[in-house]
């Protein structure tokens, strides 16, 4: 029997050495926690179940291929895989809410027009390719911020608690990353305006 009082990087290498009751400690130590970081994000119990059961196949198949080596950082390393499985379903979704910087420029003008036409369509899609690397590119605090207030509508408020920060600093993370995001369209002479 295994005790709880092992790390979660002893209970990982207990599991990948064959023990499922390692596995089970794990799940129940960050259940609450990881189930609630997706329905703070998505605000529906079905699609959390769905995105919690979905982060926990992925975690499964990453240990049980080898593939898992985040040196004792398991918890952080299952809140990222859950983090981008919301993304990626409100990606499928296209829930792509907009977000105004202080100039007169909208940054994030992601959301599909269905009267557009086919050209102006492609436009729309190559703009949204440009916008994700454009947010690939922020340091990783910035993209958080970005990511969850564009792509995931929260407020500041609960992305301040999200990230265990102060809403000053969310609100600083952004503007910083709407700077940086300006650079980046300056230096590379990117144009987001749509036809």
Same mark, same amino acid.
């Given at each position: 029997?295994?005790?709880? $009082?092992?790390? @979660?990087?002893?209970? $990982?290498?207990? %599991? /990948?050495?064959?023990?499922?009751?390692?596995?089970?400690? /794990?799940?129940?130590?960050?259940?609450?926690?990881?189930?609630?970081?997706?329905? *703070?994000?998505?605000? @529906?119990?079905?699609?959390?179940?769905?995105?919690? !059961?979905?982060?926990?196949?992925?975690?499964?198949?990453?240990?049980?291929?080898?593939?898992?080596?985040?040196?004792?950082?398991? /918890?952080?390393?299952? =809140?990222?895989?859950?983090?981008?499985?919301?993304?990626?379903?409100?990606?499928? !979704?296209?829930?792509?809410?907009?977000?105004?910087?202080?100039?007169?420029?909208? $940054?994030?003008?992601?959301?599909?027009?269905? @009267?557009?036409?086919?050209?102006?369509?492609?436009?729309?899609? &190559?703009?949204?390719?440009? $916008?994700?690397? *454009?947010?690939?590119?922020?340091?990783?605090? &910035?993209?958080?911020?970005?990511?969850?207030?564009?792509?995931?509508? =929260?407020?500041?408020?609960?992305?301040?608690?999200?990230? @265990?920060?102060?809403?000053?600093?969310?609100?600083?993370?952004?503007? %910083?990353?709407?700077?940086? =995001?300006?650079?980046?369209?300056?230096?590379?002479?990117?144009?987001?305006?749509?036809?």
């Amino acid at each position: 029997m295994l005790s709880k $009082v092992l790390t @979660d990087q002893e209970l $990982v290498r207990h %599991y /990948l050495d064959g023990n499922e009751h390692a596995f089970e400690i /794990l799940l129940t130590r960050h259940k609450r926690k990881v189930w609630s970081h997706i329905y *703070l994000m998505v605000k @529906d119990r079905e699609v959390t179940e769905d995105l919690f !059961q979905e982060t926990f196949i992925k975690v499964v198949h990453t240990l049980k291929t080898g593939k898992y080596n985040e040196e004792g950082k398991f /918890l952080p390393w299952v =809140m990222r895989i859950a983090h981008n499985l919301v993304i990626d379903h409100f990606r499928r !979704q296209k829930k792509m809410p907009l977000v105004r910087s202080n100039d007169d420029h909208d $940054v994030f003008a992601t959301v599909a027009q269905p @009267d557009r036409n086919v050209e102006q369509r492609m436009v729309d899609v &190559q703009i949204d390719a440009d $916008v994700r690397k *454009l947010i690939d590119h922020l340091p990783e605090e &910035q993209r958080e911020v970005v990511v969850m207030r564009t792509y995931l509508g =929260m407020s500041f408020k609960e992305i301040a608690a999200h990230t @265990d920060v102060s809403i000053n600093t969310a609100l600083g993370r952004m503007r %910083y990353a709407l700077i940086n =995001m300006r650079k980046l369209i300056k230096k590379h002479d990117i144009h987001l305006e749509r036809a």
